[in-house]
């Protein structure tokens, strides 16, 4: 079969497309990957060999200019018109999308002449782009087993799937906790301001400063943490890149961060327990971080309740109790056959 695969906006919505384009690949099918000019060069990197890349003219709607708003529309619309006509003449079997509005046009296209369409949703809140590509969509398969704001009046059946992650988060799936008292600090690829303003002074505040942290922040950053860290004898090492987030993980007793969709699987792939403190602005890590809640792994909290006297407490409790820590490991670990269960579902 010749599978099209849409994906594009960021690396959250491309590796996993990637990850699903490799394994249909490698299961003799043809594979074509269409992404916006934004993730073309990740996508000529990842793509599996022989697969056929297709640029899409397309870029987010999110803008508060209502001009931009319109030319984001148009581009979409552009495109859409473009794959009907490519589609009229070399039509794939099935269009599989990875959300971001780089998807729309490839699911239109598909609507338009009966193509099968799957959608992915890699939030724990169904984004603007998916809800309104809903409406030509067969199946939704979703990296959460529960997943608001899925239209009411959609005909599509929703299966869950969950969301790929690199073959080194799967490597250490399961892994053994350290129980060394080691804490990972992460707010992602540009740091959070409010980790770098709570977690110190609520390590700060603790009587048993018996925690090696790794902190993860901003350059700018690096200096001032690590002067503070060093100034209240705490044992920390503060970085602006981890290379290896899977080894950071897999070594760490407890992990801090926010509720990006793509920490939150890492951080179930591999099993560690963890404090999530979802960007107050994005329902979509607000989702993703009850849901990791539910699990029993770790906590949920908004940023107004975020406090050093609060974190301070509980990493007490925590660093206090082993027994705990390793417990809500295991609950938080959830196996990943994301890669297959997506492939199945598409080629069934």
Sequence with gaps: MKIWIATGGTGGHVFPALAVAEEIASRGHRVIVSCDGRVRKMVADGAPKGAKRVHIWASGVGAKSKIKQIWALFKIGVSACALIVRFLFSRPQRVVAFGGYASVPAVFAAHVWGIPTFLHEQNGAIGRANSFAMRWVKTLMTSFQTVSGIPKNTSARVVYTGLPVRHDFMERAGAKMPNESRLLVTGGSLGAQILDDVVPNAIKEMKNKKIFVTHQTRPENVA??????????????????????????????????????????????????????????????AANAANFEKLGGGFAISQDKFTPKWLSATLTELFDNPSRLDKMAKKSLVPNHAVELISDTVLG
Excluded: C, W
């Excluded at 503070?228 to 090492?237: E, Q, R, S, V």
């Excluded at 290896?244 to 792939?269: F, K, S, W, Y």
């Design 224 to 285: 001032r943490l690590q002067k503070f860290y060093a100034d209240n004898k705490i044992h920390a090492n503060v970085l602006s890149f981890i290379r290896n987030m899977a080894d950071a993980i897999a070594g760490a007793d407890l992990i801090i961060g926010r509720g990006g969709a793509g920490t939150v699987i890492e951080i179930t792939t591999i099993g560690r327990p963890a404090i999530l403190v979802p960007l107050g602005i994005n329902p979509d890590q």
